[in-house]
Every structure is written in structure tokens, then in C-alpha cells.
């Protein structure tokens, strides 16, 4: 069985061809890269960071409970521009890209030239821009508008899903869940999206106050398996998953290249990558700040206003705690 796609030496291999290769000479998966889940014959390996959601350790073949090798792709060192349009391409062959108008989905999008789809409630921060940045950079775009009570009819479903049950979990999980419901009603499985960027980057707001912006950024990106553990689960529930090009091997080695004081620049965040992204992008959407996805879409508002309505006026932890004891019958 094959979850996701795989590559080798920067060739995108075919179902029949990475099939033959289990069969017949297993020990070249050691080299794959992609994101990819396979089991054959007692068998199993997942992709080097552990992007697709499987039985056994990330980056590892394993066959019959023992562990055969580490999987690690003998990847190019490249530039960081190189290495984030090698990792587009890799992924462009299909899918659909999320965009929500910030810099990292921007420039997925406009590299990938695939249909997109933004989501949030109406006249939110996040369709506004995506209808910004789909129209300068002259792409195919679906805005998807989330009702109040479509929030709530998820909820059950996205807080038995992720494995971090809080507040900044179930939100970002709620709007990963109306992007991926609606990929998999139109009939895509891959959807190419910008995570990572921020813990690679640097672009969460409290980078500008890190006392060790080198030693948060490293810890941050080791945290992003257990995110990708919820969005590829939410993912699932509509046949579909998460592709991620600045987890891309090639990525992550150019961007842990660059110091930590060139990525945050005073108040400026993410600055290599928006210095990449204005030779590709509209400076104003490469440069533009934006607001976190539960924020931006509007769900976290909605969510807190729920949470009210349900009688937890000051915790919206107490409305998700709720909701596990109605799932659990408590």
C-alpha cells in the first residue's frame, strides 16, 4: 500500500515503480524522499520527518519488527530559492494549494500554478487576502465560506481527531478541517500547503522577543511532527493529505544554514523567505504580515463565542473538555 508519493535522486516515482522497488530491492527506499507511508509484505517505511502518518518510528524501514536502515534522501545542497522551487515542483504534479494571502502560501501557490481554495467565515482577514493574492497573481481560486453552526457540527470530530486537545490545537484543526473537506468533495487528495515556514523562518511574534531565537527555532521545528501528527489526521477524515514543500529536505537544509539573526530582523520576521519570495510574488504580498490561520479565518472568534454560548464564558479549554465527556458519554 502507498500513502503519498515518494522520489528518488529528484525523480517523482510512479506507484508501479516504487512497488517494484519494495518487492525487489527494498534497501533503495533508504534513499527516498517524498512524503510517503508503504507497507509490503511485513513490512513498512515512512518518509525522513515523518510528514504521512504510519505504524512505526518516522525516517525508518522496518520489516517484520526490526529496524533496517534510516531513510535519509542524498539531496543537493542548494540555495534557498533552489531548494523551495525544487520542493514545489516535486509536489505540482497535482493537488490543490491552500492560500490564505500571507507570504509562505503565496509563494507555494504561484510556484505550483495549481487551483486554490481559501477558507474562513465571511468577510475574514484570511478570504480577503487570498482574493487579493489569487487575482495579482492571476490564479484559479475557490473561497470557501464557513458558517457558525458548521463549526460547531465539526467540533466533535476535529477534538476526538488531534492528539493535543487545547484551545490553539482544536482551532487551527478546525480550519484545516473545511479545507480538507472541501479538497476531498472536489476530488483531490493532495493539498499543498506553507507549514513549516514559520519554524524555519522565524515568523511567529514572539521570536522578536527570544532571548535565544536560535535554540526556540530549533526546538519549534522538532514540534512540528506532533502538528503534522493533527493536520495529516484531520486530513484523513476526507481522504485526503497534507503536502508540505518547506519540509522539504532540501529546504530545511538551506534554511538551518541561515543564521537566526537574518531571519528576524528587528520587527521584520521571516525575511530570507520573503527576500525569495519578492523575485516570484508582488512585494506588498511578500512582505505582508499575517495573522495566524485560527485567527485569520475567523474560527477562533467563533470558537470563543461557542464557548460562551455553551456557558464558558472565560475557557474555551472548559467548552473542549465538554465535548470529550459528551464524545466519552461522561
Not at 520527518?49 to 520489516?63: D, H, R, Y
Request: aromatic share 6%; hydrophobic share 40%.
Amino acid at each position: 500500500m502507498i500513502s503519498g508519493w515518494a522520489e528518488l535522486d529528484g525523480r517523482r516515482l510512479p506507484a508501479d515503480e516504487i512497488n517494484a522497488i519494495c518487492t525487489s530491492r527494498p534497501e533503495t527506499i533508504l534513499r527516498f524522499g517524498g512524503e510517503f507511508f508503504l507497507t509490503w509484505n511485513g513490512c513498512s517505511a515512512r518518509d525522513h520527518f515523518g510528514i504521512m502518518e504510519g505504524t512505526g518510528p518516522k525516517g525508518t524501514l522496518v520489516c517484520h519488527g526490526t529496524a533496517k536502515g534510516s531513510i535519509c534522501p542524498d539531496v543537493p545542497d542548494l540555495s534557498l530559492e533552489d531548494a523551495i522551487i525544487a520542493a514545489v515542483s516535486l509536489r505540482s504534479d497535482e493537488g490543490v494549494v491552500a492560500l490564505s494571502g500571507g507570504v509562505d502560501s503565496s509563494l507555494v501557490a504561484k510556484l505550483a500554478g495549481r487551483e486554490c481554495v481559501a477558507v474562513g467565515l465571511e468577510n475574514s482577514h484570511d478570504l480577503q487576502h487570498a482574493r487579493h493574492a489569487a487575482d495579482a497573481l492571476g490564479l484559479s481560486c475557490t473561497y470557501v465560506t464557513i458558517r457558525e453552526e458548521e463549526i460547531e457540527e465539526a467540533l466533535p470530530a476535529v477534538v476526538r481527531t488531534i492528539p493535543v486537545k487545547d484551545p490553539v490545537s482544536t482551532g487551527i484543526a478546525l480550519t484545516q478541517f473545511f479545507v480538507t473537506r472541501w479538497a476531498g468533495e472536489a476530488g483531490y487528495h493532495r493539498i499543498i500547503t506553507g507549514q513549516g515556514a514559520d519554524e524555519l523562518f522565524g515568523g511567529y511574534a514572539r521570536y522578536r522577543e527570544s532571548e535565544d531565537l536560535e535554540a526556540e527555532l530549533a526546538k519549534d521545528f522538532l514540534g512540528l511532527e506532533l502538528q503534522a501528527r493533527r493536520d495529516q489526521g484531520i486530513a484523513a477524515l476526507h481522504n485526503t493529505y497534507l503536502s508540505m514543500p518547506y519540509l522539504d529536505l532540501r529546504v530545511v537544509r538551506a534554511a538551518q544554514k541561515i543564521p537566526a539573526g537574518k531571519k528576524v530582523q528587528g520587527n521584520r520576521r521571516k525575511v530570507p523567505l520573503r527576500e525569495v519570495a519578492e523575485r516570484h510574488i508582488p512585494p506588498d504580498l511578500a512582505w505582508h504580515e499575517k495573522k495566524a490561520m485560527q485567527y485569520g479565518s475567523g474560527v477562533w472568534a467563533t470558537l470563543r463565542k461557542l464557548a460562551r454560548k455553551n456557558g464558558y464564558k472565560t475557557s474555551i479549554q472548559d467548552y473542549i473538555d465538554q465535548i470529550l465527556r459528551v464524545e466519552h458519554g461522561l
